[in-house]
């Protein structure tokens, strides 16, 4: 079995670093601007943030087709998030939000050519979060837990060529745990970055024609606290 990688993590570091870039440049506008009040202790907040994702899958769920097919995965890509909360307590938020984690390659080949299964995952999820506060120094960390309702999207190309089914297009929801930890700064005028990973327990399903995945999400986040 052969694992080939393509060239989306180059893709994906140069996203991060646009967005890093991104967050520095409104990081500086803030604080050449007169100081505004800080936010609330508690109350609610929004945010936007890229990254990268990447899969572990299940390659036993893939191994399919004739003797002599050879398998490769693809599995990392560019992704983004939406995500809003509310602060309960100054250490203890609820918070809700989407995740796209982008899309990944499974290709088979024999004698009989080439075929792709196209793996999309993205995922609405709730998590707890709770913070510690390092002093005044505007740095904080932070761990959080929840569920996912993950979505697994499957569309493939050449598959009656290769192996003895047809093409397929499927979808596939489920619910797994997420837990996921980073860093947090303040910045003046209400402003927040964010970087943190994520990790997705497993999604998909078994047999094919899903099949399952562990999924991770590092991101860099740009934050509103109201």
Request: some cysteine.
């Amino acid at each position: 079995m052969a694992s080939r990688h393509s060239n989306r993590p180059v893709i994906a570091c140069t996203a991060v670093t646009a967005c890093m870039a991104a967050a520095l440049l409104v990081s500086v506008s803030a604080l050449a601007q007169p100081a505004a009040q800080a936010p609330a202790a508690t109350g609610w907040y929004t945010g936007f943030g890229l990254g990268q994702s990447r899969l572990g899958f299940k390659t036993g769920d893939f191994n399919i087709g004739p003797a002599g097919t050879g398998i490769s995965f693809d599995e990392s890509d560019t992704a983004f998030k939406f995500f809003a909360g509310y602060r309960v307590l100054p250490w203890l938020a609820i918070e809700g939000g989407y995740d796209n984690l982008g899309r990944n390659t499974v290709g088979f080949s024999n004698a009989g050519g080439a075929a792709r299964l196209e793996y999309k995952v993205d995922a609405l999820k709730l998590t707890g979060v709770g913070s510690f506060a390092f002093g005044n120094t505007g740095f904080s960390a932070f761990g959080k837990l929840g569920f996912g309702y993950t979505r697994v999207r499957e569309d493939s190309s050449n598959f009656p060529a290769v192996m003895a089914r047809g093409d397929v297009s499927e979808s596939e929801w489920k619910i797994t745990p997420v837990i996921g930890a980073g860093v947090q700064y303040r910045l003046p005028r209400g402003l927040a970055l964010r970087a943190e990973y994520e990790h997705y327990n497993e999604v998909g399903d078994s047999p094919l024609p899903t099949g399952r995945a562990r999924a991770g999400l590092w991101s860099l986040s740009l934050m509103y606290l109201f």
